[in-house]
């Protein structure tokens, strides 16, 4: 099994170009999330999505948009990219967080973005 | 604002010392991971837990619940061990929240 995969590993933008990050799971899990990391910040939880054609925002929605149009992917989009946007992206799934089990995420590689 | 606060920052430990993680947190949870950062940028999920205590080989978790605080602790460090430690909550509502993570370098 792969696990989480991430495309791409690297990415360099310019202002206001559009990209699309792939999130792929291959454990048949329920739930997905997109994380940023920042320097001197601990991860945020930018949106995510407790199954196949759901999603829901995070901590730090904004500019950003998602699909999970199957269950095995969950796509991180940037409409018009900004350098605020310049971040470590990572995403994670676990399986049903079902009442009373709190299950551990598995996380992808990460995606270094750098918006110029 | 931070809901999760960890210390030390950074910590440089001697080959086969024992360490202590500390994580504080000032929300309600519903469970605290423990994840490992390595220095090539790869998060694996170390522990998840509620209540008491865990243990993994030489790595053992803890936290209570009413003083919203939990600890990491490293028996016998190794050089390998040296990552950095990032706590995270979790609230109902698929809500987490991460701290900034305990940088640490085992010398040998």
Known sequence: NAGV??????????????????????????Y?????????????????????GTTAKGEVPDGYNVSRLKKQNFLLGLESAAPSQTSVYFCASSYQMGQGSYNEQFFGPGTRLTVL | KNEVEQSPQNLTAQEGEFITI?????????????????????IVSLFMLSSGKKKHGRLIATINIQEKHSSLHITASHPRDS?????????????????TGTSLTVIP
């Not at chain 1, 991430?6 to 899990?29: E, I, W, Y």
């Not at chain 2, 500390?22 to 790869?42: E, R």
């Open chain 1, 5 to 30: 995969t991430q495309t791409p590993k690297f990415r360099v933008l310019k202002t206001g170009q559009s990209m699309t990050l792939l999130c792929a799971q291959d454990m048949n899990h329920e």
């Open chain 1, 32 to 52: 997905m999330y997109w994380y940023r990391q920042d320097p001197g910040m601990g991860l945020r939880l930018i949106h995510y999505s407790v199954g196949e």
């Open chain 2, 22 to 42: 500390n994580c504080s947190y000032s929300v309600g949870i519903s469970a605290l991971h423990w994840l490992q950062q390595h220095p090539g940028g790869g």
């Open chain 2, 83 to 99: 990552a950095v430690y990032i706590c995270a909550v979790h609230l109902t509502g698929n809500q987490f929240y991460f701290g």
